[in-house]
């Protein structure tokens, strides 16, 4: 979430107001009185996502210990260094796409009184486009397009940020992100004391408003951004893992709830060849999205940003809440909670996660909690609790979908045990440690992919619920193939979303020295530790809504 200077929370602390929480926590958990006493209060409190810039190269005041002086530059280096000496790199999520105001009155509006109508973009009537939210940029423009890099520089050398996520790039033109990405590769540590080759961009490449299908000139779509090394979020696996979009019917199902689709494991590749229900052979990018667009359309697994949840809309947690049957066990629900975040980490591509997803956050339900305050939006790291039932969630973007989801929060089937949330964490830490364990389920380029990757229940005759995927290695010195794992020449997994035990035979994947992976061996979960395999048949068996992991080892 933002970080730089937006208008939403004022920097004075003792403006701020906040609710009575002990009150609150004694409501029922589906009451409506929870969300009106946050909405009261949400324009003076000092919870917002801030999507609303004033000053894109300024760090925000509120998060400083004193908002006047130089606190909040001092601090905010002091954060990304201390993060950084304890292994964790720190990206900035920049919003370029639009201002919080415009005009020569408005408190907030800055770079319209610098040079009027100059950096916002408008439509055939003189009026400014707000499709991104309000006082769409126009990065088409040349200084726009200036003052865009020339930030990104200043973070980059100024506050040694390791990397940028781009608030929809797709309003951004395309010829400014790759000079952007330029003008950062050309940093070096002799001289700006910055490797700028290890910082990383990505963004939302979502085609919409009045730059959809390059009205404006070439924009930093999903499909437009194939072969720029600059990745942008998948939706194709998001959908297909959780079912329908969000923007459809709350109920839909996908393939971790239902339904299925591989494309995305495979680096979401446009040129990756995959076997249909039919049999036929197609590249990823002749697959189609119930939009037309096609699935694959990256040139790279680095270009493809793969996950199941993040800061917008429900939580992981929420939307299997919603989407799976009221009768379904929490048991259950956990299991598929990590299915659906497997899926993610054992893909080709750059995996990302939801904070919260390890450990079963919810926002009871709320599908835009930008405003919502900490009530909604609260992680517990002490793991008692997960978030869910604190009151319907806010009316303004939730109302449409209350009678859904109060029968849900009043259900306490639905409430998750400290017990449900430590397994479901130390499933996740195994499923970290297996991608890690390998540099097969890191695969760099599209070659290795096409080259390396194959799925073996498809055709006419594929057991639904279950896909088999393989991750091959050379196996020896002779082969043409290059080495990468030193540990393991081949990497078998199976997503079995099935609500029963699957034995599927895959002759292809007979008489392998394959076993469970090590970590999988030795896990808490009782049931992924009765994955088996035998090889004069080739024939996996894997639990009920399991993701099982087999590799065999180098002699």
Known sequence: ??????????????????????????????????????VSIQQEDPYNWGYDPVLWGVPKGSYASNPDGPSRIIEYRQMVQALNRIGLRVVMDVVYNHLDSSGPFGVSSVLDKIVPGYYLRRNVNGQIENSAAMNNTASEHFMVDRLIVDDLLNWAINYKVDGFRFDLMGHIMKS????????????????????????????EGWDFGEVAQNKRGINASQINMSGTGIGSF?????DSVNGGNPFGNPLQQGFSTGLFLEIGLAGNLKDYVLRTHT??????????????????YTSSP???????????NETLFDIVSIKTPIGLSIDEKCRINHLASSMIALSQGIPFFHAGDEI??????DRDSYNSGDWFNKLDFTYETNNWGVGLPPRDKNEENWHLIKPRLENPSFRPLKNHILSVFDNFVDILKIRYSSPLFRLSTASDIEQRVRFHNTGPSMVPGVIVMS?????????????LDKNFSYVVTIFNVCPHEVSIEIHDLASLGLELHPIQVNSSDALVRQSAYEASKGRFTVPRRTTAVFVQPRC
Not at 17 to 35: H, R, Y
Request: glycine share 6%; proline share 3%; hydrophobic share 35%.
């Open 1 to 38: 979430l933002p970080s730089f200077h937006f208008a939403s929370v004022d920097d004075n602390k003792s403006n701020w107001k906040f609710v009575d929480e002990a009150q609150l926590a004694k409501l029922p958990p589906g009451s409506d009185e929870q969300q009106a006493a946050i």
């Open 176 to 203: 400014t992100m790759i000079r952007a990405k330029s003008a950062i590769r050309s940093l070096t540590r002799d001289v700006h004391g910055v490797d700028g080759s290890k910082i990383y961009l990505y963004g």
């Open 234 to 238: 998948n939706d194709r696996i998001r």
């Open 279 to 296: 049999g036929e052979a197609k590249k990823g990018s002749d697959i189609y999205t119930f939009d037309g667009s096609p699935v694959g």
């Open 302 to 312: 680095v270009e493809t940003i793969n996950y199941v949840s993040a800061h917008d």
């Open 360 to 365: 079963l956050r919810s926002k009871s339900l």
């Open 471 to 483: 991750i091959k290695d050379a196996q020896n010195e002779k082969c043409k193939m290059a080495q």
